[in-house]
T-cell receptor, first 114, second 116 residues
Framework: DAGVIQSPRHEVTEMGQEVTLRCKPI?????LFWYRQTMMRGLELLIY????????DSGMPEDRFSAKMPNASFSTLKIQPSEPRDSAVYFC????????????FGDGTRLSIL | AQKVTQAQTEISVVEKEDVTLDCVYE???????LFWYKQPPSGELVFLIR??????QNEISGRYSWNFQKSTSSFNFTITASQVVDSAVYFC?????????????FGKGTKLSVKP
């Protein structure tokens, strides 16, 4: 079975550019999560969707970050304009919407903003 | 408030040694779920196990075993006869019952290095 698929795996871009990260959740999973991982802060939940609807975006750092889920099989996380402090590994995860179901993670996107 | 503490930042062992990774959690929920994830050097996060608060039976899967003790709020992970491929960062995580599905609280992780 295909796992969570993220693209790109690596992204290097200059400060001020728009960055779009993509995620395809596991088929049948109706909850989708975006995380950011840094050395300083560890794993942080940015936003999560249930049935394509954003439920909790309290972790989104600021207005430069936005996320969408136009359908059950695709989500994007956009940063515009990007800044060097946005450099991190961004993970997408999905799960079934039932109590205690584990989240399954993609391989992550390693983002470097120069 | 919910919290997960992995006091061991880094552990280094020699191959074939047994090693235990500690996880202590805090929650006021009577129903909750505990998880372990593995992050190898390649960077992906791999789900290892889930435990719910009503099931205190220890779990064994090959060389991996987990000891859940509610009395001490601990969910420790033991690798028997460690191998170089076990080298990774291991995360313990907690989720309470109800509320936000996104409310998965991760510990800071323990970096395990297994040397040949």
């Amino acid at each position: 079975d295909a796992g969570v698929i993220q693209s790109p795996r690596h992204e290097v871009t200059e400060m001020g550019q728009e960055v779009t990260l993509r995620c395809k959740p596991i088929s049948g999973h109706n909850s989708l999560f975006w995380y950011r991982q840094t050395m300083m802060r560890g794993l942080e939940l940015l936003i999560y969707f249930n049935n394509n609807v954003p439920i909790d975006d309290s972790g989104m750092p600021e207005d430069r970050f936005s996320a969408k889920m136009p359908n059950a099989s695709f989500s994007t996380l956009k940063i515009q304009p990007s800044e060097p402090r946005d450099s991190a590994v961004y993970f997408c995860a999905s799960s079934l919407d039932r109590q205690g179901q584990p989240q399954h993670f993609g391989d992550g996107t390693r983002l470097s903003i120069l | 408030a919910q919290k997960v503490t992995q006091a061991q930042t880094e552990i280094s062992v020699v191959e074939k040694e047994d090693v235990t990774l500690d996880c202590v959690y805090e929650t006021r929920d009577t129903t909750y779920y505990l998880f372990w994830y593995k992050q190898p050097p390649s960077g992906e996060l791999v789900f290892l196990i889930r435990r719910n608060s009503f099931d205190e039976q220890n779990e064994i899967s090959g060389r991996y075993s987990w000891n859940f003790q509610k009395s001490t709020s601990s969910f420790n992970f033991t690798i028997t006869a460690s191998q170089v491929v076990d080298s990774a960062v291991y995360f313990c995580a907690l989720r309470g019952y109800g509320g936000s599905q996104g409310n998965l609280i991760f510990g800071k992780g323990t970096k395990l290095s297994v040397k040949p």
